[in-house]
């Protein structure tokens, strides 16, 4: 026996269901494709050590009177974590950018300038990836929107969805 039909409205209803999401997935990995907010957080580092006249809690002092001298022996009084500050970063494959701490701002650094010679052919293949992952997530978006606007019978409606479908799964 074979299924009954269903309504032309039932599958116009569920292609756009399908079409949205895998919108709204192409939307989000576009963003974090372009974004340099992959991960951020906070880094603990060693404070330098104060030059000139810098006074605060950004640097290491000495208990010198003659702190200039490199002759001098220096003793540092902070031990523990008195030694580190807690330095804001946030990163994405474009850029990696780092708070400045005895300035207002932070320091971005480029992936390629961050990527040792030997490790760069892995980072582009990783971008290549991606570029592939956001082309099929967009070859599945177009094909559902076809099928949402425009087929002439069922089974090419059905043909268009099995088609994005496989695509889609290829994305992921």
């Not at 039932?10 to 963003?31: M, N, P």
């Not at 701002?105 to 390629?112: A, M, T």
């Not at 293949?125 to 599945?140: F, K, Q």
């Not at 929107?145 to 479908?165: H, P, Q, R, W």
Request: charged share 20%; proline share 3%; glycine share 6%.
């Amino acid at each position: 026996r074979m299924p009954v039909s269903v309504p032309a409205a039932d599958r116009r209803q569920r292609a756009s269901a399908a079409f949205s999401l895998s919108f709204l997935s192409l939307v989000f990995s576009i963003t974090a494709f372009s974004s340099s907010y992959w991960c951020e957080g906070t880094r603990k580092v060693a404070k330098p050590f104060c030059t000139g006249q810098s006074k605060g809690d950004h640097c290491i002092h000495f208990n010198s009177p003659d702190a200039n001298n490199s002759n001098a022996v220096q003793y540092i009084w902070e031990t523990g974590d008195d030694k580190f500050i807690d330095r804001k970063f946030h990163a994405g494959i474009w850029y990696s950018c780092e708070e400045i701490v005895s300035e207002e701002g932070e320091k971005c650094r480029s992936f390629i300038s961050l990527t040792p010679a030997a490790d760069r052919g892995v980072l582009w293949l990783s971008i290549v990836a991606e570029l592939l992952y956001i082309i099929l997530l967009l070859t599945g978006a177009i094909l559902m929107s076809v099928e949402m606007c425009y087929y002439s019978t069922v089974m090419d409606g059905l043909k268009i969805n099995a088609f994005s479908a496989v695509v889609t799964v290829l994305a992921g």
